[in-house]
Each structure stands twice: as C-alpha cells, then as structure tokens.
C-alpha cells in the first residue's frame, strides 16, 4: 500500500497542501452561517422584550427570521457544494464527507484514537489530514447534524410560506413523520440546534488540542492550506 497519496502536494521544506481553497472557502462561510444561525436561532426561539411603537417602525423580528432563513439556505447550498468537491476535488477533500466505511484499517484507527483520547494521551500515529476519530466524529456529528436542520428547518419554513415544492418536498413528509405535529418538529429543530453548539465547542476544544500537542499548524492549515509534513498515512 503506498504511504502517501498520488494527489498530496509537497514542497521541498515539508509543507503539505492539504485543504484547497473551495474548502477553506467553504468552511469559513459555514462557520460565518452556523453562527449567525445560533444567534437569530436562539432569538426566534426565545424573543426579545416587545419593543415600544408600530412593528414596521423597526421590523427587528423580521430581520432576525430573514437573517436565520438566508444562512439556512446558505449552509444548504455549501453542503450541496461540499459533497460535489468530496468527488471532484484532493484526496483529503472526502474525509469528512465520505469516511472509508468499509475500510478496516479506518475503524481500527477509530479505536486506537478513543483509546489515546480517553487515556488523555498524544496518539503516536501520525495523519496529515483528519485521524479516524475526527472523521468520523465530524461526520457524525456535523454531517448527520447539518442534513437534519436542513431538512427540518425548510419543512419550518414551507409550513410558513404554504404552497410550493418546499411545502411538498419538506413540510408535508417530514410533518407527517413527527406524527403530523408541527410542534415536535419545531422542538426537534431546537434540540438540533444545541447538538451543533455541542459539536462546535467540541470541534474548537479538538483542533486546539492538537495543535498545541503537535505543533503542525493544524488551525492555520485551515487558512494557508498548507500544513507541515510528515508521513501521510491512508485510511482506505
């Protein structure tokens, strides 16, 4: 099996190109969506004080659901464009998106990983893009997460504006599958919304870790691109 993949640029100083600029791109701009969508999230679901005068006078609560739908639609279509570059795009534009499920050798890294993290040790083995446990974790818990406000969040959304294929292709099955309550499904929706705060200050507590822990810009790579070499080992 070959140690490195064919599409793992390197320089002569040991850098390595890992994320491409789509990505970062996209990861940014997520991240900009996700948290306006915690804000305004958390405002619609608990509002401010009723504010004095006509509602036209500063239609606060209406910028607060305009700003919460249009980074909904925004993160929607980055997941759409995510998916495309896990085909189109390096060898490390996949991890997240579409894990080697049926490798062997990912999921006894998996494990080998757990057992570093919960030992609260320093894996030795050595991984230029994500370790197994970071991969699927973020699938998990971003991916899995992500699809499921989408989906909720336009079934919200058409139930509002009525009739249209938003109301056909989300409002009306999804409604149906919480039992044909609008409630549930909004409550789920908010269920969801603290799954992703929880991933987040997970994914921040992580990426922080292991860069202080292994010194190879890991958090910078995010930004360059770039990350400092050292053997690439594949998963699949």
Known sequence: MATKPIDAQTTSDGLIYVYEAP?????WINATAIIALF?????????????????SAHYLFGTIRFIHF??????????LFRLYWSFVGNYFSREIIRPPFFSRKFWRGVWLETLCYARAEHSPRKYIG?????????????MWTALFMIATGFALYGEGEGAGWIHTIFTG??????GNNSMA??????????????FVLVHIYAAVREDMLSREAII???????????KVTPLD
Do not use: C, D
Not at 46 to 53: I, K, Q
Not at 131 to 142: C, G, Y
Not at 173 to 178: K, M, N, T
Not at 220 to 230: A, E, F, H, N, P
């Open 23 to 27: 990505v970062r791109l996209w990861h």
């Open 130 to 142: 994500h370790n197994p446990l970071a991969i699927i974790s973020m699938h998990v818990m971003f």
């Open 220 to 230: 910078t790579s995010m930004i360059s691109g770039w990350r400092k070499g050292r």
């Open 185 to 198: 499904v909004h409550t789920w929706h908010h269920f969801g919304m603290w799954a992703m705060v929880i």
């Open 70 to 79: 249009a980074s909904g639609q925004i993160m929607a279509v980055g997941i």
């Open 173 to 178: 099955p999804i409604v149906r599958l919480f």
């Open 39 to 55: 804000v305004t999230g958390y405002l619609i679901g608990s509002p401010l004080p009723t504010l004095s005068g006509e509602p």
